[in-house]
């Protein structure tokens, strides 16, 4: 049984299949990397497993239990999280606040506490900050947890929502290109943390377009075009896959494997 | 927020409460105050479900019906006293939040301003019509508050201005502490999440539907008790305060002196219950200043007075 499995999942809008009948599996401290052109469907793929949007066919299992109809909030509970592509940032909190947000789990307690401000929503929250501070440390942030994140540049806001989503210690991931738009010591910088991540036992989902960075950390790669599963493997069977090849050369499309930015 | 920045403001609130009426003119203004501190609480309450929550609602003045009316009837016909009248209101206010917000908080923007302001006109309505019951649209008188009478034993003679002018600003100061503590703790921190995002709110595993019910109901509990204290003081109820304009002017209130924050509301509150008075001496073109002066806050700080102002400030000092 593995940490995470999906099985023949398939979501269509309107005539228009946008993912069918892809599966595959993810293992503690695995880094699964999902890749195809644009439009193959990696990002409608990944609300389905986080519970955005509802599949109308196969099915999601976190630790061999069903999860596939669970509301994004419920997942998260148990331990699936996710950052987006198009950033989702707390704008108008500080930037301690936004991973503090990310404990509300563990912070939250009684609404009576909380309006009263008891001492135990007091400890809680407490408690909550402290660990943010420490993750804030962890992504290179902590300098900057007082400034509203709205302020941030866009490198460091990557590094906040991955913050934040650690901050549930989730056991598995889905990051959706958290190096897009960055700069090349942005990217490494996230590199290198989402390496620690896997090391210490999290399975990550990644969506990247910055193939060399898909190729150098990822064990496994899925390869989806026009929503389907074309291939799957490890970097090098998938770079030497003809179909792969096809996808990203053929039919007149100017990408390539490596130049994909 | 620092940590102590919470009882900067309301030590700051209450000194201002405190040394106002050396100013007072005469007894009439200590009825202005008490006025300024009931809406102050009801705004507070607004500023927890738009300002935190991100949720609108154009129809709060319903539950401040409900709460000015539970003190006229409760006594009436079921021998409650007045102030247990203000609990009793209270609580239907909070549990019809609850019936109303389940469904209509599902909706966003527009579409739930529509659905709020349906819910406030209803109530609005029942008041009106139900004659037999609450007098129709000429009100009905209140019985007071026997805790005046009390103190009096106690040898505290208060008159009637005085002894509101401090209750309402307690109430007022309660309701001001509950909304800051609310503001650091983790569900008021959840609240200003699903505001900016509620999609990444989901995601950290909060129960989005939970806690607009929750801003919901407790704003309702606000406006339901500032009803009362306005019905309590006043002794006397009409179905205006259930009405369309007192809603869009608890709004108005709450973005004047800038939503997000809980001294803003209490500004906003202020300046738009004194404002008609001191407009009196343009008589007819009362109406036409005070929209002016509205639009000109709007254009010029959009936030609202106090937000802006302290951005202002902030930067000059940087």
């Known amino acids: ?261 | 927020m620092k940590l102590s920045s919470k009882w900067m403001q309301l030590a700051a609130l209450a000194v201002l409460v405190a040394v106002l009426p050396l100013f007072f003119p005469s007894g009439y203004y200590y009825r202005v105050g008490a006025l300024i501190f009931v809406n102050g609480l009801a705004v507070t309450g607004l500023v927890i479900l738009i300002g935190y929550a991100g949720q609108i609602s154009l129809g709060h003045a319903g539950f401040a019906g409900i709460g000015g009316y539970a003190c006229a009837l409760a006594p009436a016909h079921l021998g409650l006293p007045p102030s247990l009248s203000i609990l009793l209101g209270a609580v239907i206010s909070a549990v019809l939040a609850v019936l109303i917000g389940k469904p209509i908080l599902r909706l966003r923007g527009y579409y739930l301003a529509v659905a709020t302001l349906g819910f406030g006109i209803l109530v609005s309505m029942v008041l009106t019509n139900e004659r037999a019951l609450t007098g129709g649209p000429d009100g009905m008188a209140v019985q007071g508050l026997a805790l005046r009478k009390i103190l009096r034993g106690w040898g505290w003679k208060l008159s009637s201005g005085e002894f509101w002018y401090i209750l309402s600003a307690l109430a007022m100061l309660v309701g001001v502490w509950i909304a800051l503590n609310l503001f650091q703790s983790a569900t008021g921190r959840a609240m200003r999440a699903l505001h900016g995002s509620e999609v990444a709110a989901r995601t950290v595993g909060i129960d989005v539907a939970r806690l607009k019910l929750q801003a919901f109901v407790i704003s309702a509990v606000y406006a339901s008790v500032a009803g009362s204290l306005l019905a309590l003081q006043n002794q006397f109820v009409t179905p205006d305060i259930a009405g369309f304009m007192h809603s869009i002017e608890m709004v108005t209130m709450a973005v004047l002196g800038g939503v997000g924050s809980v001294l803003g509301a209490v500004t906003g509150s202020a300046i738009l219950t004194l404002l008609p008075q001191v407009l009196t001496v343009f008589a007819e073109y009362e109406q036409l200043v005070l929209g002016l002066v509205m639009i000109l806050v709007m254009i010029f700080l959009p936030r609202g007075l106090l937000p802006s102002i302290a951005a202002k400030l902030k930067g000059r000092g940087e």
């Open chain 1, 1 to 261: 049984m593995s940490l995470l499995e999906v099985s023949g999942l398939g979501i269509g809008f309107g005539g228009l299949r946008a993912v069918d009948n892809v599966g595959f599996s993810a293992e503690p401290g695995e880094i699964v990397s999902i890749i195809g052109p644009n439009g193959a469907g990696k990002t409608t793929l990944f609300n389905m497993i986080s519970g955005v949007y509802l599949p109308d066919s196969g099915h999601v299992r976190l630790d061999g239990q069903d999860v596939t109809a669970a509301e994004p909030h419920r997942l998260a509970r148990m331990g699936l999280t996710r950052t987006f592509q198009n950033l989702q940032i707390f704008q108008e909190m500080t930037v301690l606040e936004n991973v503090i947000v990310g404990f509300h789990q563990s912070e939250s307690g009684s609404l009576i506490a909380d309006l009263l401000a008891l001492p135990a929503a007091r400890r809680r929250s407490q408690i909550a900050r402290a660990q943010a501070q420490e993750l804030l440390k962890r992504v290179r942030l902590d300098k900057a947890a007082e400034e509203l994140a709205g302020n941030l540049s866009y490198g460091a806001l990557k590094r906040l929502e991955i913050a934040r989503a650690l901050a549930m210690q989730p056991r598995v991931l889905l990051l959706d290109e958290p190096a897009a738009g960055c700069n090349a010591v942005e990217t490494e910088e996230i590199d290198h943390l989402i390496a620690e991540l896997a090391q210490s036992g999290i399975a990550i989902l990644l969506v990247e377009h910055d193939m060399k960075m898909v190729m150098r950390i990822s064990n496994h790669i899925v390869v989806l075009d026009h929503g389907e599963k074309i291939a799957e493997g490890s970097p090098e069977s998938v770079s030497k896959n003809p179909a792969v090849i096809a996808a990203y050369l053929g039919a007149g499309d100017e990408e390539s494997v490596d130049a994909d930015s």
